[in-house]
């Protein structure tokens, strides 16, 4: 591990005033130790942002504020987050071990880097890693990466399960940095790679994330599903978060539908979901809205698989969660 | 019983090889290869020698002094042509491991690569007969006339299976300490599966004679055959420190033992079966076709139990090798048995399909009265009454076998049976045993792994001595002790075990001290078949959206001779079957194919089997008497478990599904 500085900030505007380039932000570390580990990530310093005043699961108006550095094993056991956000508390329980979760936090599970196994080896290229060297993955071994929203760049998918629920929730990230305080609606914290792949978020340097609001619950009924070829501590494959509220005369009111493991971000399904707002629930209409979305699907040879599975998992999902 | 270590590893007292404490210790890290096939241009180590610690930069530049017949694996820094990626090309000394780690990064390593072939194919034009597989069956067997059988059957089955490359994965990373004395002798605390061949192929590999080397290794997490011979670790750690003139620590990261460790051989097996309209087998033929290295013939003994398993009068066995610009594989749990049991148990399952024979009946039908290839008798062969009194514990008898009819919400369920088999033999060793402050000591050079075998050794002494275990100490796990075969081959506890035996004995005549040497009773061993078995059941339920393969419950009934321990024989079954599932359904070593080596090289994306993976794992056995094997009547009990695992699996998937899955793993993807 190369060495670099350490610093524990003492409030958000001190770590601010902390950061310099080359420098990072450190929570749980479950990812950002392992990249040092493995030289990946060879931060100058790291701003320990970890005990910063921004835990807490309060309610706020509607919703909810989740505080920043709130760890992902108090989120999802959380009593406001297990009644009012199940699909929530679910992705975060489907995600890594229960050491893990004791240790990650909110934020920090956010940012969490790719595990495309050429990002994480540097004896080999990556464009995310080492901008302009190629990627390997696209000719090589992708079985796990995505199929929707790549690049000729880049092909990796963004492990994490909980930013899949908070896009379907529509999540807004609080955010204070040098140029002052923002706020990104989910999916729109993460980009899509282009030609710059080695940029995951649209968070510019040195801008920290404070909190997670959600706004009220939506309507209807609502389920996290992961598969996976191993029954727990295992990325998604494809993972889904979707919400459904079906009203009274048996059409579709509402509908929100995020997946996980197919993409460089957590993908709402918006295709699939404007095919079935106003449409009547049942298979035909939840087929049609799962080939909606996977119609865009540009699936490489190894993870073709990925294109049925998906849509699949929509249908069943939604057959579930239909009255 | 309880592990006689047992409360020294809770507590954390038990000594791993990376944990000595040493006065004034360096740390080693490897430089690896960054290409698969080529040559050294030059190794630039001066901006590495310029950062804080670091004491010595081993590499080809200044070639160490190394015994003439060292295994080439262990050979380092010899030659500059490099034979796989990952290969260990230098070395940095440090007086931390983080220097050690920053400097070795530092090091600059010029190559000429040349294309490299890094994939094992059916048709690979370099595939070609070894001499011997391992560790010393014939390549090629065949009796009866094969072509005419399989041209005169009423039913023919022709299929091929492939099993990746597997990595053994032992929760112990390899690791060693190597201190030498002011005379030049060395001792190496090390995580070894066998002190005594390794103390013999170190002191080969560093020329020395092996009165001048020790090898200590009394606490081992885990080998799987890993650990079975050296790995470059052990020698590595020798060299450094040397080079510094202080003792030096290597120990391997998870990413390294995917490199430099060995690994299962990917296998590619053709099957034919010819059979009569009641599944009586006219003919089989089971083809293999692996890989080794460029640097070591390995070649893993996949259709021997092909030999041993079912009546043919017409049966032929075969392995083709081709080396590859990959690692050395090596010995993994159950080599042979283990890849092969999956292709043939999968074909028997498919055999009973085509006839509309029940495959436990398939298997009755088709038991033999002695050893199909050798003709030999057996020593015992229970395979029929695992195969009843698994049927009837498992609920088998009402089993429908139609294929993919079965629903329990949105999962397909369906059960499937396996046969399995593992060759009981045993080695020569030496053991003695001494009366020493009121009780007794016994001491031999053998390896407790994590299986219990310092804890099987205890109560083999105390039932000889008709003595307390509390009694009897076990000293293993030292090159100094009386000689003593590995841990591997399902050998140990027989091999050892008679040691220990005849010098308890031998104790007894004496009243004070007893040595044994079973060499000669060894080799008067009278020529039979001698082989444990077992039926394996297995019930899986399989996402019809997703392809999620669950196993809801296994049963294992076995019949491995007499079992010395029941504690510790239960985790071995069990665990060999556990490690089965994870073949089964997830584990596969993903070649890269761009740039050699292998893509998914840590624990996170090379999955093994979880806790909530695993819901019923139930291992049964019959305690048989067979006088032909041992003075304790066993046979081997850690390796039989994995064995034939996969196909009771993929024969259930088969059955739930209807879908045939010829390729393990059996992912979701290969299920959509």
Redesign the interface.
């Known amino acids: ?3 670099f500085e350490y610093a524990r900030a003492a409030d958000p505007a001190d770590a601010v005033a902390r950061f310099r380039p080359g420098a990072m932000y450190l929570g749980g570390g479950t990812n950002l130790v392992d990249l040092m580990r493995l ?1 990946v990530a060879e931060p100058g310093a790291l701003v320990d942002v970890s005990r910063l005043p921004l835990g807490g699961v309060e309610p706020d108006g509607d919703g909810l504020r989740i505080g920043a550095a709130v760890r992902n094993s108090e989120l999802a056991a959380h009593p406001l987050v297990r009644e009012r956000y199940p699909v929530l508390a679910r992705a975060v329980l489907a995600g890594a071990s229960g050491q893990v979760r004791n240790m990650a936090t909110v934020a920090g599970n956010l940012l969490q880097r790719t ?1 495309c ?2 990002f ?2 540097v ?2 290229p990556c464009n995310k890693r080492q901008p302009g060297s190629g990627c ?1 993955a696209i ?3 992708h ?1 796990n990466l995505a199929v929707l929203g790549h690049s000729r760049a880049c092909v990796a998918t963004h492990p994490s399960d909980m930013a899949v629920a908070l896009a379907a929730l529509d999540a807004r990230v609080h955010i204070t940095g040098p140029g002052g305080d923002r706020v990104l609606a989910m999916p729109g914290l993460h980009r899509l790679p282009g030609d710059e792949p080695h940029r995951d978020t649209r968070l510019e340097p040195g801008e920290l994330i404070t909190a997670v609001a959600l706004p009220a619950p939506p309507p209807g009924a609502s389920h996290y599903r992961k ?9 998604a ?1 494809v993972s889904i978060a979707a919400v459904l509220d079906v009203g009274a005369d048996g059409t579709v009111a509402d509908c929100r539908i995020a997946l996980g493991g197919v993409a460089h971000v957590p993908w709402r399904a918006f295709h699939a979901e404007q095919a079935l707002r106003g449409s009547r629930a049942g298979e035909d209409a939840f087929v049609r809205a799962a080939e909606a979305e996977m119609a865009e699907a540009v699936p490489l040879p190894r993870n073709a ?1 990925k294109v ?2 998906a849509r ?2 929509i ?2 999902t939604l057959l579930e969660l239909a009255p | 019983m309880n592990r006689v270590e047992g409360h020294d590893k809770v507590t954390g007292r038990a000594t791993y090889a990376a944990e000595y404490p040493v006065e004034g210790v360096a740390y080693c890290y490897p430089v690896q290869a960054e290409i698969a096939r080529g040559r050294i241009a030059g190794v630039d180590a001066s901006a590495a020698l310029a950062m804080p610690g670091v004491l010595a930069v081993l590499s080809c530049e200044e070639p160490p002094e190394l015994g003439a017949d060292a295994e080439p694996e262990l050979a380092l820094f010899q030659r500059r042509e490099v034979a796989y990626r990952g290969q260990i090309v230098a070395a940095v000394v440090a007086d931390s491991y983080d220097d050690a780690r920053a400097a070795a990064r530092a090091v600059r390593v010029a190559y000429e690569p040349e294309a490299h072939d890094v994939m094992l194919r059916a048709d690979h034009r370099g595939l070609y007969k070894p001499d011997k597989v391992n560790p010393d069956f014939p390549t090629d067997t065949e009796k009866g006339d094969v072509a005419a059988g399989l041209a005169g059957a009423q039913v023919t089955i022709d299929v091929t299976y492939t099993t990746p490359t597997m990595h053994n994965n032992p929760m112990e990373p390899h690791a060693t300490l190597a201190l030498w004395n002011g005379d030049g002798d060395l001792t190496l605390y090390d995580s070894s599966q066998g002190v005594s061949l390794g103390r013999d192929m170190i002191a080969q590999a560093l020329g020395l004679p092996r009165e001048r080397v020790r090898v200590v290794s009394r606490h081992v997490g885990g080998g799987f055959g890993s650990k079975g011979s050296p790995r470059p670790n052990s020698v590595l750690a020798a060299l450094a420190a040397r080079a510094a003139g202080r003792p030096v620590k290597v120990a391997l990261t998870r990413q390294q033992m995917f490199d430099v460790t060995g690994y299962r051989t990917p296998t590619i097996q053709r099957i034919r079966v010819g059979a009569d309209a009641a599944g009586r087998i006219a003919a089989l033929e089971h083809e293999v076709a692996e890989q080794s290295s460029t640097l070591v013939e390995f070649a893993e003994q996949t259709a021997t139990a092909t030999r041993v398993m079912y009546a043919a009068p017409a049966l032929r066995t075969a392995h083709r090798l081709v080396r590859l610009d990959t690692a050395t594989p090596s010995i993994m749990r159950a080599p042979g048995g283990c890849p092969g049991m999956f292709a043939l148990e999968s074909a028997m399952d498919e055999l009973a399909v085509a006839v509309g024979v029940d495959p436990v009946e398939l298997r009755v039908r088709n038991d033999p009265d002695t050893e199909p290839d050798s003709g030999l008798p057996f020593s015992s062969r229970n395979l029929v009454a695992c195969l009843r009194e698994g049927a009837e514990r498992f609920g088998w008898r009402d089993r429908d076998p139609a294929p993919g009819v079965r629903r329990r919400g949105r999962w397909l369920v369906g059960t499937g049976v396996a046969s399995s088999t593992y060759p009981a033999r045993r080695r020569p060793s030496q053991a003695s045993a001494a009366v020493e402050n009121g009780g007794f000591v016994v001491r031999i050079a053998a390896a407790d792994i994590g299986t219990g075998s310092r804890t099987a050794l205890t109560r083999i002494a105390a039932d000889t001595l008709h003595v307390d275990p509390g009694l009897v100490r076990v000293e293993l796990g030292d090159s100094d002790l009386p000689y003593a075969p590995v841990a591997g081959g399902s050998m140990g506890t027989a091999s050892w075990g008679t040691a220990v035996t005849m010098a308890c004995q031998d104790l007894l005549r004496d009243g004070k001290q007893g040595f044994a040497d079973t060499t000669e009773a060894v080799n008067a061993d009278a020529e039979l078949a001698r082989h444990a078995f077992g039926a394996q059941f297995a019930e899986v339920r399989v996402d019809a959206d997703t392809g999620e393969v669950r196993v809801s419950r296994m049963l294992g009934v076995f019949a491995a001779g007499r079992i010395v321990d029941a504690t510790l024989a239960r985790s071995q079954f069990v665990g060999g079957m556990i490690m089965g599932i994870g073949m089964a359904l997830m584990e596969q070593s993903v070649v890269d194919l761009e740039f050699g080596g292998f893509t998914n090289h840590d624990l996170a994306q090379y999955h093994l089997p979880v806790n909530a993976d695993i819901e019923h794992v139930e291992a049964v056995w019959f305690d048989e008497a067979d006088g032909e094997l041992n003075p304790m009547g066993t046979k081997g009990i850690g390796e039989i478990g994995i064995v034939g695992t996969a196909a009771a699996v993929a024969n259930a998937v088969y059955h739930a599904t209807g879908r045939r899955v010829r390729d393990l793993p059996i992912t979701p993807a290969k299920l959509l």
């Open positions: 591990m190369k060495a030289g595990r196994p050429y994480q080896d004896s080999k390997p000719g090589g071994d079985a598969v996976r070829e191993r029954a727990s501590f295992a990325f494959l698989y049925p599975l699949n998992l249908v069943r």
